[in-house]
C-alpha cells in the first residue's frame, strides 16, 4: 500500500519568484509605517525582504515609494539611503537598472 504524498515535500516545493507590485509594497510599507508608529527603520527590512532574491529589477521603484513615504529624498542616482546603506542587495540593484537601461537604448536605437 502506498504512502500520500506529504505535502510539505521539499522536493515539490516551487518557490514563487514573481516581485511584488509597486503597490502592494506600498500597501505594506503603509501598514508597517502605521504598527511601528512611523517610524522609518521599520521600512528598511520590508525593502531587502522585496528586493531580494527577485525584485531586483523594481528596487529603485521600492526606494522611491519609501522616499514618498517617508517624506525623505533619494541621492541624485534613485537611492534611499535610509533603506539601502550597507545593503549587500544594491550593488545587484544598480547592475539591473543599468542592464534595463542599456537595453531599452539599444531597443530605441534600433
Given amino acids: 500500500m502506498s504512502q500520500p ?3 510539505h515535500d521539499v522536493d515539490d516545493y516551487v518557490p514563487d519568484t514573481t516581485p511584488v507590485t509597486v503597490e502592494q509594497f506600498r500597501a505594506e510599507a503603509e501598514e508597517m509605517l502605521a504598527k511601528n508608529g512611523g ?7 520590508l525593502l531587502r525582504h522585496s528586493i531580494h532574491p527577485f525584485g531586483y529589477e523594481r528596487a529603485f521603484d521600492y526606494m522611491r515609494t519609501c522616499a514618498d513615504l517617508t517624506g525623505e ?20 540593484a ?8 542599456s537595453s531599452s537604448t539599444q531597443d530605441s536605437a534600433s
Fill in 5 to 7: 504524498a506529504d505535502e
Fill in 39 to 45: 517610524n522609518p527603520e521599520s521600512l528598511g527590512i
Fill in 73 to 92: 529624498s533619494l541621492t541624485a542616482d534613485g537611492v534611499w539611503e535610509r533603506g539601502a546603506q550597507g545593503e549587500l542587495w544594491l550593488a545587484k
Fill in 94 to 101: 544598480r547592475a539591473v537598472r543599468a542592464a534595463q537601461q
